[in-house]
């Protein structure tokens, strides 16, 4: 792996930064997951954080002038780790940077790792926001994709999180499961309605190349396109009935309880990423992490960075990253804030494609914004590709 110095490259004018921390471990792992993750050591794990915060160590130069303005700890599972070491992350950060007093602080948790005094410790670690995995609440889809809680667990977790009086909660669920129905979605919004988190995922499944899932696909029942779609779209109405406003294709939230963390990655606003496979985008340079124990290991043994993948990005790569990001969210693409950023004539360039799919009725104009249809949403990525240059 060539070493590269990054803090030679990377600088920006912005003191808002976003940090990302990824975890590696898991109890089990899901039939679909893709992830950069692994079965839970304990021996591996206290190595895994030794280094990293030697990583965050070696960025300290460039955190110091710089405001956190959201905090992600994903994976993996953070929730199945010990919490003295989710806290000596904070500390970490904490030293060499501000953590705004208003930041959101999110961590990933699974409903079986949770516990009341990895809550506490979360919580007087800054920790305010909590995205637990829920996936489903039909036990026998759960037992389908590999998950190794159930329902009642679920609830339980819901149940803790209120007992220490934490409000602002995301549940994450998936649709398009193997004999998922209309049935299984009608139950999740029961559910969704009584346990009243601030913020809904609803992701689709996609099917991934090294997953035990896509290698034993036949073995699995889906849903047929036009069945998913139905589901979408009783699920749209549903949570809308909720009080859960869509803001971007698979996410919503109820009034103020957008997850302001994600939206920077869909505005390309700065983010800093430390652990294996993480990846980060400063301006227009893009690096990401190897997701490899031993080169990470290493490389920090040698206090360097364990940077993979190294990228600086043209004008035109960020205008498609831009536009693409943009058209995932309900809001749309600002076309005066577009031409401002990049210098260019919205309706010039992309007069064929706007045009286009106008006609077919995927996209529409709204004070001057430019944003998905009801029936682009199920199109989305043919109107992505047709804006791709």
């Keep these: 792996m060539k070493k590269i110095n990054i803090l030679d490259k990377i600088s920006s004018p912005d003191k808002d930064l976003s940090i990302y921390i990824h975890i590696p471990f898991c109890i089990k792992r899901c039939f679909y997951c893709d992830f950069c993750s692994s079965i839970l050591n304990k021996e591996k794990e206290e190595e895994y954080f030794k280094y990293l915060l030697r ?20 994976g993996g599972t953070p929730s199945c780790v010990d919490s003295k070491n989710i806290l000596n992350i904070v500390d970490r950060l ?61 609830i339980s977790s819901i149940e803790l999180l209120k007992e220490k009086n934490i409000k602002n909660f995301s549940l994450d669920l ?20 009584d346990l009243n988190p601030k913020h809904i995922s609803y992701y689709s499944l996609i099917l991934e190349e090294n997953t035990y899932m896509y290698k034993n696909r036949s073995l699995f029942n889906f849903a047929s396109d036009t069945e998913d ?28 309880y957008e997850s302001k963390h994600n939206l920077r990655y869909w505005r390309l606003k700065n983010y800093l990423s430390f652990g294996m496979s993480a990846a980060s985008n400063i301006e227009n340079i893009r690096f990401k992490n190897t997701e490899n124990f031993d080169q990470y290991f290493s490389s920090l043994k040698d206090h360097s960075f364990p940077i993979e993948d190294f990228e600086i990005l043209d004008k035109i790569d960020r205008i498609n990253e831009y536009i693409i990001m943009a058209l995932r969210l309900n809001k749309g693409l600002n076309i005066d804030e577009f031409n401002k950023k990049f210098d ?19 996209i529409k104009l709204d004070n001057n914004n430019l944003s998905l249809t009801s029936l682009g949403l199920d199109f989305s ?3 992505e590709l047709d804006f791709f240059k």
């Design 55 to 74: 990583e965050i160590d070696l960025y300290k130069e460039f955190l110091k002038d710089k405001e956190i303005v959201s905090v992600f700890i994903g």
């Design 94 to 154: 904490n030293k060499y940077s501000y953590l705004k007093k208003d930041l959101e602080f999110t961590i990933e948790a699974n409903p079986n790792s949770l516990d009341s005094k990895k809550l506490d410790d979360y919580l007087s670690s800054g920790i305010n926001r909590f995205s637990i995995g829920a996936q489903s609440f039909n036990d026998s889809l759960l037992k389908k994709i590999g998950r190794i809680h159930n329902k009642k667990q679920i």
């Design 174 to 193: 998936m649709l398009g499961l193997p004999d998922q129905n209309l049935k299984d979605i009608e139950e999740s919004l029961r559910y969704i309605e």
């Design 229 to 256: 779609r139905k589901m979408y779209h009783y699920l749209l109405k549903g949570l809308d009935n909720l009080n859960f406003k869509q803001y971007e294709i698979s996410n919503f939230a109820k009034d103020r």
């Design 381 to 383: 990525n043919q109107v």
């Design 344 to 362: 260019e004539d919205f309706f010039k360039s992309y007069k064929k494609e706007f045009d286009k799919n106008t006609k077919l009725g995927l």
